[in-house]
């Protein structure tokens, strides 16, 4: 939520779950930095996110190890990828990439 506010994305929700249905969803393939990406990690629903950093990483954070990068592509996230959304404005964007 603290880097979603520094791009003016102010009214995303809480959770995890209700994030995943904000913004444009976005092919894993076409990532872009600051694109949403969402895992299930517990049960059968979305239960986890990321910030898609480029180079197949993102950062998340953890209650058990705190702030993280990973990448996509090591088995636990690879089996548990869900989907992604973009909220971030293109104006936005373009300043996150100069």
Same mark, same amino acid.
Request: charged share 30%; net charge positive.
């Given at each position: 939520?603290?880097?979603?506010?520094?791009?003016? &994305?102010?009214?995303?929700? %809480?959770?995890?779950?209700?994030?995943?249905?904000?913004?444009?969803?976005?092919?894993?393939?076409?990532?872009?930095?600051?694109?949403?990406?969402?895992?299930?990690?517990?049960?059968?629903?979305?239960?986890?996110?990321?910030?898609?950093?480029?180079?197949?990483?993102?950062?998340?954070?953890?209650?058990?190890?705190?702030?993280?990068? +990973?990448?996509? +592509?090591?088995?636990?996230?690879?089996?548990?990828? &869900?989907?992604? %959304? %973009? &909220?971030?404005?293109?104006? +936005?964007?373009?300043?996150?990439?100069?």
């Amino acid at each position: 939520m603290y880097i979603m506010g520094k791009f003016n &994305v102010d009214n995303l929700p %809480r959770t995890s779950e209700t994030q995943a249905k904000e913004g444009i969803a976005v092919a894993k393939e076409d990532l872009q930095l600051g694109d949403l990406v969402f895992f299930n990690t517990i049960s059968n629903k979305i239960s986890h996110a990321g910030i898609y950093l480029g180079d197949d990483q993102f950062a998340h954070s953890s209650s058990s190890k705190g702030v993280r990068i +990973s990448k996509l +592509s090591e088995s636990y996230y690879k089996d548990r990828y &869900v989907t992604a %959304r %973009r &909220v971030v404005d293109e104006k +936005s964007y373009l300043k996150m990439i100069e």
